[in-house]
């Protein structure tokens, strides 16, 4: 039985993409069938990938049912790895979506339509805010994995993330349950960053996962040669932390 995790954070930057491209790659790795879906109108994690644009086999396609699941499925250079692509279009369906009935379920029924029994984890990169297309994601999901910035007001966004998944799950999706807090940008060098992983474990206690992702520079080039960091550098801190938090998920 899958997995549906929607990685999301109202905040752009905090590393959301890069957790959804790296995390997928490295449960591929572990020889289980990963499918990304691209909810972001910026399509970050289909260029990331080395994707190209698929007008009719996209995000816009499948929410809009002008094409079915396995129509918008698109297998990437890498093995065990699958993506929904993106669309540009994505925000302007959002306005769309908006006067429609049973709006928030527009995912969750594009999704279980066909059924994604061949695929392990499905990783949904949710838009950076919280909108129609990320309450979306949050009702289609069978778990939330929330990426935290280890930044100053970093705590304060997560409390208004947590709150929504809250009002998400007492009105449209009950069995919804956090997968884990996620540090991103991490270096225990600095004051600022022990003191938010100090303070999210306070509050969030073994939800917080041990894994910490580093500030790496073969992180943020992967995405422009449009590989993950494991295709791209496999020795580099990036890789190994990413190896480590799929073993951690696994094992959750």
Not at 170 to 180: K, R
Request: overall charge negative; hydrophobic content about 45%.
């Amino acid at each position: 039985m899958n997995r549906i995790i929607a990685v999301a954070n109202q905040k752009g930057g905090v590393g959301k993409t890069t957790t959804v491209i790296n995390l997928g790659a490295s449960l591929a790795v572990y020889d289980r069938e990963v499918l990304i879906v691209d909810m972001d109108p910026q399509m970050n994690a289909t260029s990331g990938l080395g994707m190209p644009v698929m007008p009719g086999r996209d995000m816009q396609a499948l929410l809009t049912s002008a094409a079915g699941l396995e129509d918008c499925i698109a297998e990437t250079p890498f093995e065990g790895l699958w993506i929904v692509p993106g669309s540009l279009d994505l925000a302007g369906l959002e306005m769309e979506l908006a006067t429609e009935d049973r709006r928030e379920f527009f995912l969750r029924d594009s999704l279980r339509a066909e059924g994604l029994g061949r695929f392990d984890f499905v990783l949904i990169d949710c838009a950076p805010s919280l909108g129609l297309l990320t309450i979306n994601a949050l009702v289609a999901a069978d778990t939330v994995l929330l990426p935290l910035q280890s930044e100053y007001y970093a705590l304060e966004g997560l409390t208004h993330l947590l709150d929504t998944i809250r009002r998400v799950r007492a009105a449209w999706n009950p069995p919804l349950e956090l997968e884990g807090v996620l540090l991103t940008m991490y270096d225990r060098r600095l004051k600022l960053s022990r003191e938010v992983e100090s303070d999210a474990e306070m509050h969030l206690g073994d939800r917080v996962f041990g894994t910490r992702i580093p500030r790496n520079v073969r992180l943020s080039e992967a995405p422009s040669f449009g590989k993950p960091v494991l295709h791209y550098d496999l020795e580099s801190p990036g890789a190994r932390s990413y190896l480590r938090l799929a073993e951690e998920l696994m094992e959750r």
